[in-house]
């Protein structure tokens, strides 16, 4: 893993970091930027990990230019412990100036920040929406802890202790193994069911849920395929996407796939019903009413369940209303390891937005997750996976 180390008086606690991580057998690069080496010598840092410690990418010309692409590549996890409030603004901005802040943007590990600053710049909006703006993307933060400050302050800004920065570290780097070795099939966003070459039945699924499903699942190691609707969201790198139009060809698509995966989530909004014909040009209208002739489509997730074996079904049930009883219903009906029940009702979650809150329903019970961004919350998607097939 990477430790990157910032200009505070916590430096020095990163040492202690660094050491407690090699007695847990995790070999540590250290990255500093150039107001860190203020605090604490490279050749610390050196002498502890016994690695070069990476300052200026520019400092050897190609050679280190190269070297931040091949840690950030080889990297499990980035740890920026201490964090100060500039590097957690170039982070939330993306402006990459030095080695640590490139790096940053060059991995698909995750990045883990320790903050560590005075009260006040703690609470100071821009860094508040920083720190936001970086958690909704996926960035782990350990709080910092409250008590004197280097600067004299009483309050909130210290960095966190280290046995808890050290506990965060470990729990990520297991999480990121978490699925390693697993094929796993995502469905994700709408399905669009054809009325005529002009007109379709859809709903308001943007995708983003799945998308942010499927790129937990890569970043915790396993093998994605992405099945998804149209939607307006780029593709995610490092998974195979296929892209379907209709209830039926996700149908398709997943019958083609699931086959050689141990889990399946269906977050995708599937249409229940579709034009039982494609009217093949544009229908004129008429007066009086217009009747539709609508039949079912397959539901992918229940031939899932039917044909369950081991294999672990995730399945997603939008309601307005009875929540969690619907949601228990759908679970059993469908044979469903893990229902993720969200209210499309509430203001500020489910559809369209970037937040969603949620109950997960198993087969232990029922956890009420609170409001959170989509990405924190395929995180907690995929702990509970993990425990539930852990107990297995
Ligand atoms: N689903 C599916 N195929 C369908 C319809 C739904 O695989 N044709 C899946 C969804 O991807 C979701 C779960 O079933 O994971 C629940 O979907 P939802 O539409 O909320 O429930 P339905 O069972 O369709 O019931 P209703 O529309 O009556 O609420």
Redesign the pocket.
């Known amino acids: 893993m990477v430790l990157g180390v910032t200009g505070c008086i916590g430096a020095y606690k990163a040492c202690e970091v660094l050491r407690e991580l090699q007695r847990r057998d995790v070999d540590v690069h250290v990255v500093m930027t150039e107001h860190a080496t203020r605090f604490v010598g490279a050749m610390t840092f050196e002498a502890l990990s016994r690695h070069p410690v990476f300052i200026d990418q520019f400092a050897l010309g190609a050679e280190s230019e190269i070297r931040h692409v091949s840690l950030a590549d080889a990297a499990d996890l980035l740890l920026v412990a201490p964090a100060t409030a500039n590097v957690l603004g170039k982070f939330a901005r993306g402006i990459a100036d030095d080695a640590l802040t490139t790096l940053f943007l060059g991995t698909t590990a995750p990045v883990l920040v320790a903050p560590a600053m005075n009260v006040n710049m703690f609470r100071h909006p821009v860094v508040v929406e920083n720190l936001e703006m970086l958690r909704s993307r996926g960035v782990g933060v350990v709080e910092p802890g409250t008590g004197y400050l280097a600067c004299g302050w009483l309050g909130e800004g210290r960095l966190a202790e280290v046995p808890d920065i050290v506990d965060a570290a470990m729990a990520a780097l297991s999480r990121r193994r978490s699925l390693a070795g697993e094929t796993v099939v995502v469905?994700a966003g709408p399905t669009v069911e054809d009325i005529d070459p002009v007109r379709f039945i859809s709903n308001r699924s943007s995708g983003r849920m799945g998308y942010r499903l499927a790129e937990v699942a890569r970043d915790r190691g396993a093998t994605v395929v992405l099945v998804t609707g149209p939607t307006v969201l780029p593709a995610p790198r490092g998974m195979e996407v296929v892209a379907v139009r209709s209830?039926e060809e996700m149908a398709r698509a997943v019958a083609e796939k699931a086959p050689g995966a141990g889990i399946v989530a269906?977050?995708?909004?599937?249409?229940?019903y579709r034009p039982a014909a494609v009217a093949p040009g544009k229908i004129k209208k008429q007066d009086g009413a217009q009747k539709l002739d609508l039949v079912r489509?397959?539901?992918?997730?229940?031939s899932l369940g039917e044909a369950k074996g081991t294999r672990f079904l995730i399945?997603?049930?939008?309601?307005t209303d009875d929540l969690v009883e619907?949601a228990r219903k759908?679970r059993m009906a469908?044979r469903v390891d893990l229902m993720v029940a969200n209210d499309v009702s509430r203001n500020g979650a489910g559809f369209a937005s970037e937040k969603n809150a949620a109950v997960l329903i198993d087969a232990k019970g029922q956890t009420d997750l609170p409001l959170m961004s989509k990405r924190e919350l395929a995180e907690r998607i995929w702990d509970r996976v993990a425990e539930l097939r852990a107990r297995a």
Do not use: C, Q, R, Y
Request: proline residues 0%; without cysteine; aromatic residues 4%.
């Open positions: 469905t209830a269906m977050a995708a909004a599937v249409s229940d489509t397959t539901d992918i997730l229940e399945g997603f049930a939008a309601e619907n759908k469908k």
